[in-house]
Nanobody
Framework: QVQLQESGPGLVMPSQTLSLTCTVS??????????WSWIRQSPGKGQEWLGA???????YYGPSLKSRTSITRDTTKNQFTLQLSSVTPEDTAVYYC?????????????WGQGTQVTVSS
């Protein structure tokens, strides 16, 4: 059974960098043809796909946040990380990590439980 768990600070100051880590168990993030994504959901904007990292290490980003988003991985820990820079209160959302066979889906096969991130001073 694949399990994903998000971790990171629940409160981030405006203009700072949001950093979240997804720890994966039950599967390797290097297994061929799987993609590991970050998705967020907020009341005002609904669900938004942020980006993904492939089993190969290739990355994909959503066009609206591409300039502020970075996804990396640590294969020794079976983790992947989201960094979102220059955050504003509009980045307040529940952030999810996920796995699917497509990098671009907002309906992935496996989800983490989500973590609330609030951007506020």
């Amino acid at each position: 059974q694949v399990q994903l768990q998000e971790s990171g600070p629940g409160l981030v100051m405006p203009s700072q960098t949001l950093s979240l880590t997804c720890t994966v168990s039950g599967a390797s993030i290097t297994t061929a043809h799987y993609y590991w994504s970050w998705i967020r959901q907020s009341p005002g904007k609904g669900q938004e796909w942020l980006g993904a990292i492939a089993y190969s290490g290739s990355t994909y980003y959503g066009p609206s946040l591409k300039s502020r988003t970075s996804i990396t991985r640590d294969t020794t820990k079976n983790q992947f990380t989201l960094q979102l820079s220059s955050v504003t209160p509009e980045d307040t959302a529940v952030y999810y990590c996920a796995r699917d066979r497509s990098p671009f889906t907002t309906a992935p096969e496996y989800w983490g439980q989500g973590t609330q991130v609030t951007v506020s001073s």
